[in-house]
Structure formats: structure tokens, C-alpha cells
């Protein structure tokens, strides 16, 4: 299965999401780090992504030809992550056809009903749970 991970500013959230992932999924999932920007890619590149893009182009280019998207809540919003995530990144990342499963991590101005604060971990442990359930049903939703 080839799935996209984006994340921007310094790469973090991407990081632990892919070391999770890589953890759960060995080398049975191809990712491709998509970052906003050279840092964050290549943080997620270090933590084990197959491949790395970055920039709106890159996203463009690529986001259509993976089967699941993970990553903040964030990667939806245009002119999140202090701007670097532009509002075609945001279009682009909304109109693909690959599944998304996308963390609620906290956006100025933004709050999410119902949704409770949890640690990153935590977050990302119920992403990977989600993310074998798509998988486990043939990614099918």
C-alpha cells in the first residue's frame, strides 16, 4: 500500500506518525513524506519514509496516486502552519480520492465539538488503529 504522510514546520507530527506506522506495517506500506517545506521532510524522511516531496507542486504532483493521506487536521486548512500550507495544497489534499485519516491536533480559531485533547501518542496510536481497519477491510470505507 502506498500512503502519504504531510506535515510542515518542523516535522515532527509527521516523525512520530511514521515511526508508528513503520513500527505496526514494517516495510508492507511504501510512505511518502510530503512536506510543506525541506526541514519536514527530511525529518520524516530520517524517520523512514520511502520517499520525500516538498511544496505545493510536490503535493499536486503526487497526492492522487496513494491509497491513504495521514496527518494533522491541519493539512485541510488553507493558510495553516503559519502559511505553508497554501489553500491549493488544502484543495488538492480534500479533493483526492485517497482515504484520510487526520489527527485533531488544536488550530487558532478552530474547535472541534465533541473531540477531547489527548496526547500525541495517543492520537496517533487511534490513527494507526484506524489506518488497519481500512486496511483489514480492503480499503474499502
Known sequence: MYIAVVDGQGG???RV????????FGNAVDILAIGT??????VML????????????ALICNINEVALILGPL????PNS????????MAKRVVASRARKILLPIHQNNIDLVGIHSEPLPHMVEALVMQMKQYIDDGGRE
Open 37 to 42: 517545506n525541506a526541514q519536514a521532510t527530511a
Open 46 to 57: 530520517r524517520a523512514g519514509a520511502n520517499e520525500g516531496a516538498t511544496g505545493e507542486n
Open 12 to 14: 515532527g507530527i509527521g
Open 74 to 77: 491541519s493539512i485541510i486548512l
Open 81 to 88: 502552519m503559519k502559511g505553508e500550507l497554501t489553500p491549493k
Open 17 to 24: 506518525i511514521i515511526n508508528r506506522v513503520r513500527s505496526e
